[in-house]
């Protein structure tokens, strides 16, 4: 079939076992629930492991209910910023006082990009890129002014990208710092240089980042930032998300949700919404506490990992899929459909195949490898670096060879 030079040989199982047994992280696989051993979960970057510290943080919460009922307030009320502070350094490279842990992605992203929107005077547009989460599209549709650059699919937004759509129209850019799709990693700090240069503002959703990827969003100059907890951070199911504002925008910033918990005296019931002048005036109503203990508790075990380890590990587990792919894969009509750089990647891997809709379903019924897949092409392999081994890169690619006849 092919006439090439022939595929190299490919990485064999030794090589991933070695890989495992010089594994720093080898042992945080025990700190997380496993009901099913014999599957192999690459579905981390979707919805995270369940660690044993969010399941203990959760039966605490529900003991505290149990026994305090309406006196848990005292110290359930300020967790939307106690849980934002706990991840804002180890996590996100942010000083305390500008994350909390409230709402979803979605209506958090809705929030910041209608509050940054009318913050800067006189402009209205509104700058995403045509192939980010659908989601994040459709929150950015329905504030209308919205303004599409279409980037390369498989190497995601570059500095060239935004520049050509920044004018003195636009108010606000909004991009996924990772890809959902490819996992291309954006270059958050050029562009969020070149934003400003243009008077606009900057809105990073950090969901295929936040827990994988040591983001630094006070070193880069970030405005804004949202994000998912359940990915990487292993919050669980629905957990509550990020939500970051740069210190010295708080002020000048004004939500459109104006609720009680984004009020400065809030036990004072006063007549009209005065916004509390910190991060709290981005929060709305009652915190969902179960959920919180959950993010807490995946922090916890996210940060004692640490975030430099987790990359270091993330990029070898990459690029053992990409050696795989290169040996087994392409010559059965598979393509990487993601960047084959490590440095310009997240931590998952995409393959593209014509019949991928079927490989992905029979990757899980015969081969027992949980992966997802995303129409029309597109399968994901999410490394999860504290939850994936060296092996289960290896079996996963051995099994899905074996089936991409
Ligand atoms: C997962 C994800 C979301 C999810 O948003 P929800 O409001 O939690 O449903 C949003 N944006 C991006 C980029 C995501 O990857």
Not at 70 to 82: N, S
Not at 166 to 175: K, N, P, S
Not at 337 to 341: K, Q
């Given at each position: 079939?092919?006439?090439g030079?022939?595929?190299?040989?490919g990485?064999?199982r030794?090589?991933?076992?070695a890989?495992?047994?010089?594994?720093?992280?080898?042992?945080?696989?025990t700190r997380?629930?496993?009901?099913?051993?014999?599957?192999?979960?690459?579905?981390?970057?979707?919805?995270?492991?369940?660690?044993?510290?969010?399941?203990?943080?959760i039966?605490?919460?529900?003991?505290?209910?149990?026994?305090?009922l309406?006196?848990?307030?005292?110290?359930?009320?300020?967790?939307?910023?106690?849980v934002?502070?706990?991840?804002?350094?180890p996590?996100?490279?942010?000083?305390?006082?500008?994350v909390?842990?409230?709402?979803?992605?979605?209506?958090?992203?809705y929030?910041l990009?209608?509050?940054?929107?009318?913050?800067?005077?006189?402009?209205?547009v509104?700058?995403?890129?045509?192939?980010?989460?659908?989601?994040d599209?459709y929150?950015?549709?329905?504030l209308g002014?919205?303004?599409?650059?279409?980037?390369?699919?498989i190497?995601?937004?570059?500095?060239?990208d935004?520049?050509?759509?920044?004018?003195?129209?636009?108010?606000?850019?909004?991009?996924?710092?990772?890809?959902?799709?490819?996992a291309?990693?954006?270059?958050?700090?050029?562009?969020?240089?070149?934003?400003?240069?243009?008077?606009?503002?900057?809105?990073?959703?950090?969901?295929?980042?936040a827990?994988?990827y040591?983001v630094?969003?006070d070193?880069?100059?970030?405005d804004?930032?949202v994000?998912?907890?359940?990915?990487?951070?292993?919050?669980?199911?629905?957990?509550?998300?990020?939500l970051?504002?740069r210190?010295?925008?708080?002020?000048?910033?004004?939500q459109?949700?104006?609720?009680?918990?984004?009020?400065?005296?809030?036990?004072?019931?006063g007549?009209?919404y005065?916004?509390?002048p910190?991060?709290r005036?981005?929060?709305?109503?009652?915190?969902?506490?179960i959920?919180?203990?959950?993010v807490?508790g995946?922090?916890?075990v996210?940060?004692?990992?640490g975030?430099?380890?987790?990359?270091t590990?993330?990029v070898a587990?990459?690029?053992?899929?990409?050696?795989?792919?290169?040996?087994?894969?392409a010559?059965?009509?598979?393509?990487l459909?993601?960047?084959?750089?490590g440095?310009?990647?997240?931590?998952h891997?995409?393959?593209?195949?014509?019949?991928?809709?079927r490989?992905?379903h029979a990757?899980?019924?015969?081969?027992?490898?949980?992966?997802d897949?995303?129409?029309?092409d597109?399968?994901?392999?999410?490394?999860?670096p504290?939850?994936?081994?060296?092996?289960?890169?290896?079996?996963?690619?051995?099994?899905?060879?074996?089936?991409?006849?």
């Open positions: 079939m092919t006439t030079p022939s595929p190299p040989p990485p064999d030794p090589h991933a076992e890989l495992d047994a010089a594994d720093a992280l080898a042992a945080f696989r997380f629930a496993d009901e099913d051993p014999g599957t192999i979960y690459l579905c981390g970057n979707s919805l995270g492991r369940q660690p044993m510290a969010a399941a203990r943080r039966e605490h919460a529900l003991k505290e209910w149990a026994e305090q309406v006196d848990g307030w005292h110290g359930w009320l300020d967790l939307p910023a106690r934002g502070d706990l991840m804002a350094g996590i996100l490279g942010a000083a305390a006082g500008q909390v842990v409230s709402d979803s992605t979605s209506v958090n992203l929030k990009a209608m509050a940054a929107r009318a913050a800067v005077p006189g402009r209205q509104v700058v995403t890129d045509a192939g980010d989460f659908p989601t599209r929150v950015l549709e329905g002014n919205r303004r599409l650059i279409t980037a390369d699919p190497t995601g937004p570059t500095v060239d935004v520049a050509r759509a920044l004018d003195e129209q636009v108010a606000v850019v909004c991009l996924s710092h990772v890809g959902y799709r490819s291309a990693l954006a270059d958050m700090a050029a562009i969020t240089a070149a934003v400003h240069d243009a008077g606009a503002l900057m809105l990073w959703d950090l969901s295929h980042s827990g994988c040591p630094a969003l070193q880069c100059g970030v804004l930032a994000g998912c907890t359940y990915k990487y951070l292993c919050a669980g199911p629905g957990a509550p998300a990020l970051y504002v210190t010295q925008l708080q002020e000048r910033l004004r459109p949700i104006w609720g009680w918990f984004g009020q400065r005296d809030q036990f004072a019931m007549e009209r005065d916004p509390s910190d991060v005036r981005f929060l709305v109503g009652t915190p969902p506490v959920g919180l203990a959950g807490q995946g922090v916890e996210v940060a004692e990992a975030l430099a380890a987790i990359r590990k993330a587990l990459g690029e053992l899929g990409v050696q795989l792919h290169r040996a087994w894969l010559p059965q009509g598979f393509a459909g993601s960047p084959e750089e440095v310009r990647r997240g931590s891997l995409a393959l593209r195949h014509a019949d991928a809709q490989i992905h990757l899980a019924r015969d081969g027992r490898v949980i992966t897949f995303r129409f029309p597109t399968i994901r392999l999410g490394l999860a504290l939850t994936t081994r060296f092996s289960d890169v290896w079996d996963a690619f051995d099994r899905l060879r074996a089936l991409s006849y």
